[in-house]
């Protein structure tokens, strides 16, 4: 199991910039694809960006892509959401997950951090 810890949300401006922050327990850190997701208010969960194992290969929604970038430190077992040019259509919870496989569901899920993005 790996349990997942998000930081790093707050308010911004239209325009701004976060980074938001997963924290990963565990020593398997480096064996699960993760990913981002956002949940506005009255709004399904939406898939934001995904992560292979060693970071070599990433996924963005069209909505943020040129916009978000997400990485990952293994060594850190950390995975980050550097989120540009922020609009207040961005505001909503985000989460980060884990998987396992590529095409898996993912199985792991933090609490969320809230990102608001004010006009």
């Known amino acids: 199991q790996v349990q997942l810890v998000e930081s790093g949300g707050g308010l911004v401006q239209a325009g701004g910039s976060l980074r938001l922050s997963c924290a990963a327990s565990?020593?398997?850190?480096?064996?699960?694809?993760m990913g981002w997701f956002r949940q506005a208010p009255e709004k399904e969960r939406e898939f934001v960006a995904a992560i292979s194992w060693s970071g070599s290969s990433t996924y963005g929604a069209d909505s943020v892509k040129g916009r978000f970038t997400i990485s990952r430190d293994n060594a850190k077992n950390t995975v980050y959401l550097q989120m540009n040019s922020l609009k207040p259509e961005d505001t909503a919870v985000y989460y980060c997950a884990a998987k396992v496989g590529w095409l898996d569901e993912y199985d792991y899920w933090g609490q969320g951090t809230q990102v608001t993005v004010s006009s």
């Open positions: 565990g020593r398997t850190f480096s064996r699960y694809v």
